[in-house]
């Protein structure tokens, strides 16, 4: 399940499938990261969940990146 939000178009241009959803805790250890999106904060991994550890594996880093790339290019794209 994809939702076609702004957000998700530059994800999905590098054939990242990004799916959304409510996680419940008791299923957290079948996912392999974690990362939150905001308008402020853009991506941010997750590293600790009430006091668990979890690993930023490689795919967070990227989605980041090419998030950040994103903006860059909008923001450019629309400067007056």
Do not use: C, W
């Amino acid at each position: 399940k994809v939702r076609m939000g702004y957000k998700y178009v530059p994800m999905q241009k590098k054939g990242i499938e990004v799916v959304e959803r409510v996680l419940h805790k008791d299923k957290l250890d079948q996912f392999s990261g974690y990362f939150l999106t905001s308008t402020s904060s853009k991506v941010m991994p997750i590293s600790e969940i009430d006091g668990k550890k979890y690993p930023i594996p490689d795919i967070v880093h990227a989605v980041r990146k090419i998030y950040d790339e994103y903006l860059q290019e909008m923001f450019l794209k629309n400067r007056p």
